[in-house]
């Protein structure tokens, strides 16, 4: 079914669009410092790793377990993202993420990847600055790769 696109669906789109590169970017290049503010205060955040972790608080564990291991190598990309406005200030959005990721520092040479493609479904709400945060995130891997730390978390929780 093709959908009839209004003004207020294209403004969510291209402003969710900017978020997920900002933070992915935020994730990919300053070692996900700032990733909580991405977020809202009672957010869920679900890395099919087997666990969930809730608020801001929650946010900065994952990331702080994450850097325990050392410095990684990533790249998120986002692929046929679909917005679809529940209301003015919750947006449900669905996409395709791929991630590279190894240990260390690139470049990654004679690397085979990606490690994951997993099919993203997040809802988003916007604040009252205006601001979309994430609410909840889940996702499920449609590839699992070869990488070990990758493939490792997500074999566990399945």
């Known amino acids: 079914m093709m959908r009839i696109v209004d003004q207020e669906t294209r403004k969510a789109w291209l402003e969710v669009q900017q978020l997920l590169s900002d933070y992915w970017q935020e ?3 300053d070692q ?11 957010c869920v955040l679900s890395p099919n790793t087997g666990r969930e972790y809730r608020g801001r ?3 900065r564990q994952f ?3 994450r850097a325990k291991r050392g410095q990684r ?4 990309v986002v692929h046929n993202m679909r917005v679809n406005l529940e209301t003015p200030s919750l947006a449900r959005v669905n996409f395709i993420l791929v ?10 040479i004679d690397y085979e990847g990606p490690d994951v493609v ?6 988003l709400q916007r604040d009252i600055s205006g601001h979309w945060r994430f609410k909840e995130l889940k996702g499920s891997p449609a590839f699992i790769g070869t990488e070990p730390y990758s493939r490792g978390q997500l074999l566990k929780s399945s």
């Open 27 to 29: 994730i990919d290049f």
């Open 32 to 42: 996900a410092r700032r990733a909580p503010e991405f977020y809202t205060e009672d």
């Open 57 to 59: 608080p929650g946010v």
């Open 63 to 65: 990331y702080d377990e």
């Open 73 to 76: 190598h990533t790249r998120h």
């Open 99 to 108: 991630l590279y990721a190894t240990d260390g520092t690139g470049p990654a």
């Open 118 to 123: 997993m099919d993203a479904d997040w809802l």
